[in-house]
């Protein structure tokens, strides 16, 4: 039964990360612990002029092998896992020379942070740390008698614990680090074999492990009775899990949702070609539009649906600039995210407090790969990302008429919009903005008769003559099974189509399409979003 104080006479410390190394010492030689260190650490401990005795001592073997091999040894795993009140230990210690090790201090290679920069081949797997994992979970299963501290954050924690209980830590305390101690080598793990999955181009390994460091623990869930955390993964794509939030309230988890989603949409639109701005209510777009400013462009987008822009995420390709800024602080709007902001920009938003604005520094990339994961019920859907883009596509005219110059580039814009529409997506767009939205319908003809009626509903908050549906062009996620979504489209008004192809009743849609005198073009590529 381990006693709930156990006391720190002598502490294992080997850190990569050398923040607050000589603080930590400082404290605990104070209180008499005896340091032993391995490496770079020993050599900074002792030029700081602390007393640290090699580990070499301990296992009467040298670093070897570049430092691949130094702890792994019975003299020291022997120190970290006997139980101290086990007599058959206590008699192994004696007679193998082992000595107690009552608190292990190791930071990991930093593995993640070699990954987020694109490190090569040869210098990933010389960032795979394995003598730090082995004696973390060591110290960890004996957290009856040994502590294990993993991240300079905990240092301060570790102090005050000492301090509490004269130079003693408790059961319960020990108890946390041991928690942390193994989630960190496990979320450690995850990210080497989901790196070594993807070097093997191997897109479903028969494990699949997933790892994330807290970012911060949220007020509740998607609803008030559900608890969350929202955790960073060593993916340091662009966006709401990088970025700085300059102002406003905590995020909630709905905000951090939707404004993922929003800053994956604009960064669909090439900030050398134009501003582009995309709202999201509910991960859907509200609307979405390119224009000569970011103030145009958020115009243009507000005016698709004002009335579900309220309340909304606001996201720019753009620096966000005074401009934009004052207008869109007019209406109601929870979250602003964009790559960077001018300090008058920042000024003019922080007249709202609770207003969240966020710089992720970068738009993330379309292109990049990667995977996404989702929980059901025993398990893990796992795919890759959808990096597909329509300025790569090879569109194919299907129809006796083909889309104008015009046409066509609103056709791809309306197909940029799409893939980010929950299925079943019917988007409509005119001049480089959205004009209706059909989302998340069990029928895409429903689809095409909601966004048909949001096209409506723009043009009478505008006090247009007519709907802007008239002369826009159409995209939908998934082909057509039939032609009815496609004639509602052409009863709106639509003038051009834009789909993947690849049903059944291909012909048929074709065939309707003429009739209609629109212009389709298929692009091989289906853009579902359930």
């Known amino acids: 039964m381990a006693n709930d104080l156990a006391r720190v006479g002598r502490a294992l410390i080997s850190v990569s990360d050398k923040t607050g190394l000589l603080e930590l010492a400082a404290a605990l030689a104070a209180r008499g612990v005896e340091l032993v260190s391995t490496g770079g650490t020993a050599k900074a401990l002792?030029?700081?002029?602390?007393?640290?005795?090699?580990a070499a001592e301990l296992t009467g073997f040298p670093e070897m092998m570049d430092g691949r091999v130094k702890?792994?040894?019975?003299?020291?795993?022997?120190?970290?896992?006997?139980?101290?009140?086990?007599?058959?230990?206590?008699?192994?210690?004696?007679?193998?020379?082992?000595?107690?090790?009552?608190?292990?201090?190791?930071?990991?290679?930093?593995?993640?942070?070699?990954?987020?920069?694109?490190?090569?081949?040869?210098?990933?797997?010389?960032?795979?740390?394995?003598?730090?994992?082995?004696?973390?979970?060591?110290?960890?299963?004996?957290?009856?008698?040994?502590?294990?501290?993993?991240?300079?954050?905990?240092?301060?924690?570790?102090?005050?614990?000492?301090?509490?209980?004269?130079?003693?830590?408790?059961?319960?305390?020990?108890?946390a680090l041991a928690l942390r101690a193994y989630a960190r080598t496990a979320a450690y793990d995850a990210a080497i074999s989901n790196w070594l999955a993807s070097v093997?181009?191997?897109?479903?390994?028969?494990w699949r492990a997933f790892g994330g460091k807290l970012i911060e623990a949220m007020r509740y869930g998607e609803n008030p009775h559900q608890s969350a955390g929202f955790y960073a993964s060593p993916d340091r794509r662009p966006g709401v899990?990088?970025?700085?939030?300059?102002?406003?309230?905590?995020?909630?988890?709905?905000?951090?949702?939707?404004?993922?989603?929003?800053?994956?949409?604009?960064a669909e639109f090439d900030p050398a070609r134009a501003a582009a701005v995309a709202i999201i209510k509910h991960a859907n777009p509200c609307g979405v539009a390119e224009g000569g400013t970011l103030k145009e462009a958020y115009e243009r987008a507000l005016a698709c649906d004002p009335v579900s822009a309220f309340g909304g995420v606001v996201a720019l390709n753009r620096?966000?600039?005074?401009?934009?800024?004052?207008?869109?602080?007019?209406?109601?709007?929870?979250?602003?995210?964009?790559?960077?902001?001018?300090?008058?920009?920042?000024?003019?938003?922080?007249?709202?407090?609770?207003?969240?604005?966020?710089?992720?520094?970068?738009?993330?990339?379309?292109?990049?790969?990667?995977?996404?994961?989702?929980?059901?019920?025993?398990?893990?859907l796992i795919q890759s990302r959808d990096n597909a883009v329509v300025d790569d596509m090879n569109l194919k005219v299907v129809t006796?008429?083909?889309?104008?110059?015009?046409?066509?580039?609103d056709l791809r814009f309306a197909y940029r919009v799409a893939k980010h529409v929950k299925s079943n997506a019917i988007v409509y767009a005119k001049n480089a903005a959205t004009v209706g939205i059909g989302a998340g319908q069990m029928s895409r003809v429903d689809s095409s008769r909601i966004a048909a009626r949001k096209a409506a509903d723009m043009a009478a908050a505008a006090g247009l003559v007519e709907s802007p549906a008239k002369g826009s062009v159409v995209a939908s996620?998934?082909?057509?099974?039939?032609?009815?979504?496609?004639?509602?489209?052409?009863?709106?008004?639509?003038?051009?189509?834009?789909?993947?192809?690849?049903?059944?009743?291909?012909?048929?849609?074709?065939?309707?399409?003429?009739?209609a005198g629109l212009a389709m073009v298929f692009t091989g590529f289906r853009h579902f979003r359930h």
Do not use: C, W
């Open 200 to 206: 093997a181009g191997e897109p479903a390994p028969a």
């Open 46 to 54: 002792a030029a700081a002029g602390h007393a640290v005795r090699d």
């Open 319 to 380: 620096r966000l600039d005074a401009d934009a800024a004052r207008k869109i602080v007019e209406i109601m709007t929870e979250v602003i995210i964009a790559p960077e902001a001018d300090e008058e920009a920042v000024a003019i938003v922080a007249a709202k407090k609770n207003l969240r604005l966020l710089v992720a520094g970068a738009l993330p990339d379309p292109r990049a790969p990667g995977f996404t994961a989702r929980a059901v019920a025993g398990g893990l």
């Open 477 to 515: 996620d998934a082909f057509f099974p039939f032609a009815d979504g496609l004639l509602a489209a052409a009863e709106a008004g639509a003038t051009a189509i834009i789909q993947p192809g690849g049903s059944l009743r291909d012909r048929e849609v074709i065939a309707a399409a003429d009739e």
């Open 241 to 266: 899990a990088t970025a700085r939030q300059l102002q406003g309230k905590q995020l909630s988890y709905n905000n951090v949702n939707d404004t993922d989603a929003a800053f994956e949409l604009v």
């Open 71 to 175: 702890t792994l040894h019975p003299g020291i795993h022997g120190g970290l896992l006997a139980v101290r009140e086990n007599p058959a230990h206590e008699a192994a210690m004696l007679a193998h020379n082992i000595v107690p090790i009552d608190l292990l201090v190791v930071n990991l290679y930093p593995f993640e942070e070699t990954l987020a920069r694109g490190g090569a081949f040869d210098e990933m797997i010389e960032n795979i740390d394995i003598g730090g994992p082995a004696m973390i979970r060591a110290a960890a299963k004996n957290h009856g008698d040994v502590a294990v501290v993993v991240e300079p954050n905990q240092y301060e924690g570790l102090i005050e614990e000492l301090q509490r209980h004269g130079g003693a830590t408790s059961l319960a305390f020990r108890r």
């Open 400 to 409: 006796k008429r083909a889309p104008s110059a015009q046409e066509l580039a």
